[in-house]
């Protein structure tokens, strides 16, 4: 009963090309690869202050929430809401919106907390719209480039 056991892997492997043969360590995640490269909003309490006291800039894109704070970064937060269609096009809006802000955040001022709400015309928009969308509405606040 236990014998084959013994010549199974003998089997994988000569069954396998050498490429697909990977170990456990190969299916983890990459932390790395998962971290945006800009501090984030992380508290409901953060976005419930940008809520009651930001100042809104909006374009037919994006909405844009600015509060000023003490604090010596610039913290970003992204909110992708349902009517922009389903999970697919959510999630590669805000990965165009996180690519976007990552390219832009060393022009920004620090002490911010910003809140980038996708309009649910972002869905259909290219990333180079996007992108623009971005630039306008920064350029409309305190911090913009």
């Known amino acids: 009963m236990a014998s084959w056991l013994a ?9 396998s090309p050498a490429d697909e043969l990977r170990g456990a360590a190969s299916c983890q995640p990459d932390p790395a690869k ?15 202050a940008l809520a009651r006291g930001g100042t809104t800039r909006s374009s037919p894109l ?5 509060l000023r704070t003490d604090g010596a970064t610039t ?5 992708t809401p349902r009517s922009l269609g ?13 690519a976007l802000i990552s390219e ?9 907390d910003l809140l980038v709400i ?13 992108r623009e ?10 911090i913009g480039p």
């Not at 501090?39 to 409901?44: A, E, I, S």
């Open 62 to 66: 994006l909405v844009l929430r600015v």
């Open 75 to 79: 913290r970003i937060g992204l909110s």
């Open 104 to 112: 832009r955040y060393g022009e920004l001022g620090t002490g911010w």
């Open 34 to 48: 998962d971290v945006p490269p800009y501090p984030t909003l992380r508290h409901k309490r953060d976005f419930d």
């Open 7 to 15: 010549w199974l892997p003998g089997v994988v492997a000569a069954c």
């Open 133 to 142: 969308a971005l630039t306008n509405v920064l350029r409309r606040t305190e």
């Open 118 to 130: 996708a309009r649910p015309a972002a869905a259909q928009a290219t990333y180079a719209n996007l």
């Open 86 to 98: 389903g999970a697919v096009q959510r999630n590669r809006v805000r990965r165009r919106l996180r």
